[in-house]
């Protein structure tokens, strides 16, 4: 069905046009207190070739109602099922256009509009007879505003699939150069934010490195203030990235903070059994990190221990039975080695309270239990992990426009 949305006002003849030149199948008729019996004499003359429906405005002046009007109207011609959507706005108040394109825009409707050369000198209206329809182009399609508004809800939502689906979408548009640039940079920096979500650290930095410089320099030369701000955010966070990996496989504080990061991430989608099984292995990667930062060895690559390393200790390290136990000799080692106070030592202090806080992981289904991880499980372990030394706080988190 081919559905036309027509706004009403006190003239025929362009209404009569429109009807005429679009053949509708189905009409839904826009119209004021005062413009509804012109709505009922086109029913009556042509209402027998169409479906139709009309929706009455109290106040033909209001650009809100005008808005909420034109919101149920495309309702409508959805609940008919149409395959093509076209909206007049020739007839009535300034207000009901304008309250007709705003609401229409961007949603595949095309727009239409009978003017003419031809007017009355008093009036201003188009002589009868002189009338021509003319096709009004939604510039919002041609401009990408609806895909670059559900770009920008997929970024914000963390749903970087969809925020490439929505940038292909806008790569199809006719664009000028440097909107061509822009948006095939910022698909590889989407495309490297993903490969850093996966852990993927080295590839994510490659990715940035090619196509970051690129989007931002668009940006700027733009004077883009929310896409130069968010790009921005994103090059600031590059250097713990960079640290990352530079420090190859090693354990290190930005690899757990990049951890917590990434827990919060899951968090944020509402994942918490996910986003809580990260903080488990946040409380082994602390010990570990906080040994090879002081003593300079790999806690679990015995090629790296030297000498003096207590033997009695290996299999509790490399094959441990739990957490607690890696942390238990975590805090034996220390000892050993004639330090005291450490970040290990002080996790291992907190054996009953982490054991305590750790008993809903453990009765996760991605643990050893059937129950799901409630958001203020996640949050409880993680302000312990915060409270208890300043580098167990997660990276700053990606910009949102």
């Known amino acids: 069905m081919k559905v036309l949305i027509l706004t009403v006002g006190t003239t025929r003849d362009p209404l009569e046009e429109a009807l005429s030149q679009h053949a509708p199948e189905g009409v839904i008729f826009v119209a004021s207190q005062q413009t509804h019996p012109v709505a009922a004499e086109l029913i009556r003359d042509y209402g027998g070739s169409f479906r139709h429906h009309t929706l009455l405005m109290e106040d033909a002046e209001s650009l809100f109602e005008a808005y909420q009007v034109a919101v149920k109207a495309l309702r409508k011609a959805l609940d008919w099922e149409a395959r093509a959507i076209v909206a007049d706005l020739t007839g009535g108040t300034k207000p009901m256009a304008a309250g007709l394109v705003l609401a229409l825009t961007g949603r595949g409707v095309v727009f239409s509009y009978v003017g003419g050369e031809e007017r009355d000198l008093e009036t201003g209206r188009v002589l009868p007879g002189a009338e021509r329809l003319r096709l009004l182009e939604d510039p919002t399609a041609r401009l990408g505003l ?170 509790r390290i490399l094959r441990p039975r739990g957490l607690m136990e890696l942390l238990e000799a975590a805090f034996e080692l220390d000892l050993a080695f004639g330090q005291h106070g450490t970040l290990a030592q002080r996790l291992y202090g907190e054996k009953n309270r982490l054991q305590a806080l750790l008993a809903r992981r453990h009765e996760s289904i991605l643990a050893h239990g059937t129950r799901p991880v409630g958001e203020e499980d996640y949050r409880r372990l993680l302000d312990f992990l915060r409270g208890l030394d300043p580098r167990l706080t997660p990276l700053s988190p990606w910009p949102k426009f």
């Open 146 to 315: 609806r895909e670059w508004a559900g770009f920008v809800r997929a970024w914000n939502g963390l749903n970087l699939g969809m925020a490439l689906v929505e940038l292909d979408a806008l790569l199809q548009k006719p664009l000028s150069p440097s909107e061509e640039r822009f948006y095939r940079a910022l698909r590889g920096v989407v495309e490297a934010l993903m490969e850093w979500d996966r852990f993927r650290h080295r590839e994510a930095l490659d990715l940035l490195k090619e196509h970051l410089p690129v989007a931002l320099a668009v940006a700027e030369a733009w004077g883009h203030g929310s896409k130069v701000r968010v790009l921005k955010g994103v090059e600031e966070g590059m250097g713990a990235l960079e640290a990352i990996v530079e420090a190859g496989n090693r354990p290190t504080f930005p690899l757990l903070q990049d951890l917590l990061a990434n827990a919060e991430r899951r968090a944020a989608l509402g994942r918490y059994d996910d986003a809580l099984g990260r903080l488990y292995r946040a409380l082994e990667l602390a010990a570990e990190a906080d040994i090879h930062e002081r003593l300079g060895f790999l806690l679990k690559d015995p090629k790296t221990w030297p000498e003096g390393f207590p033997e009695t200790l290996r299999d």
